[in-house]
């Protein structure tokens, strides 16, 4: 019997062409998106950071239009895997703001003048994203009308019904009373606290904790959990970098992030919560 070391196998490394990583993974074309405006070495991580947000915010979208396909079918277990893999890509998605936490006004004035009208605000994936939380407005495909393949996607998730639509359509189908106005309301306006839909909440809360319903609700909790915390993030890391300058692309800046950080999607499941 042979004592001699063996080496272990080396991978395959002659491909015809690219390698299968790259063909699915694209990494070629990830990588080379970085195109610089400035000469501040800061730039690079604001840019790669600002594009994973990105990637994340088209994830969590899939998981979420997922999510409520399942619904619309009642199979509740497969929309509670979406939600909960969403939950991991949101804490993932909050995480990404770390690297710019720290930012200082001199820091970001550096490169700043590169965004020009560029912002956040200006997202298209983020909008998919707050209408599928609900928070629909007409006025938020106007900056997208230049490109048509991002109006269409946004235009077709204004009239869809969200995520949270999904969920009451799905009480009331399990017997719960949902009001009709709520049912029959128009999905492409803004979703509008109910109390009907607090106390209807807060009778789930009331029974069974391993109940199908209240897990979940549980689900949808940690979502908009995480969703406060990703504004608030964002509040934070803006303030530190620009104090109380008007944002890049022409709004109030922090003071708009203030307002947006008080609200709450899918209201009923936190104000439900003092009823139990």
């Known amino acids: 019997m042979s004592h001699e070391a063996h080496e272990p196998e080396t991978p395959h490394l002659d491909f ?12 070629d074309v990830l990588t080379h998106l970085q195109h610089l405006l400035s000469d501040d070495p800061g730039e690079m991580v604001f840019l790669v950071t600002t594009q994973v947000m990105e990637l994340w915010f088209t994830c969590i979208v899939h998981e979420w239009e997922t999510a409520a396909k399942a619904l619309r079918k009642d199979d509740v277990p497969t929309a509670m895997d979406a939600l909960k893999r969403s939950i991991r890509e949101l804490e993932a998605l909050n995480g990404s703001w770390t690297p710019l936490a720290q930012l200082t006004p001199q820091q970001f004035n550096s490169y700043r003048s590169s965004l020009g009208e560029g912002s956040g605000f200006q997202s298209a994936m983020y909008r ?8 629909k407005s007409a006025s938020m495909l106007v900056p997208h009308r230049g490109s048509p393949r991002a109006y269409a996607e946004l235009e077709k998730a204004l009239h869809e019904p969200s995520l949270y639509d999904e969920v009451l359509r799905l009480l009331a189908r399990r017997g719960h009373p949902v009001p009709q106005e709520v049912l029959g309301r128009d999905v492409s306006q803004r979703y509008e606290s109910s109390p009907e839909v607090e106390r209807v909440w807060a009778d789930i809360y009331s029974g069974d904790e391993d109940d199908e319903l209240a897990r979940l609700g549980e689900a949808l909790t940690d979502v908009a959990e995480l969703v406060w915390r990703w504004r608030n993030d964002h509040l934070v890391a803006t303030r530190r970098a620009m104090g109380s300058k008007p944002g890049t692309g022409g709004s109030a800046g922090v003071a708009w992030l203030e307002r947006r950080a008080q609200k709450n999607v899918f209201p009923e499941l936190w104000t439900a919560r003092s009823h139990v």
Do not use: N, S
Not at 128 to 135: D, Q, T, V
């Open 128 to 135: 998919r994203l707050e209408f599928l939380l609900g928070e």
């Open 16 to 27: 015809q062409g690219t390698t299968p990583y790259e063909d699915y993974v694209k990494a």
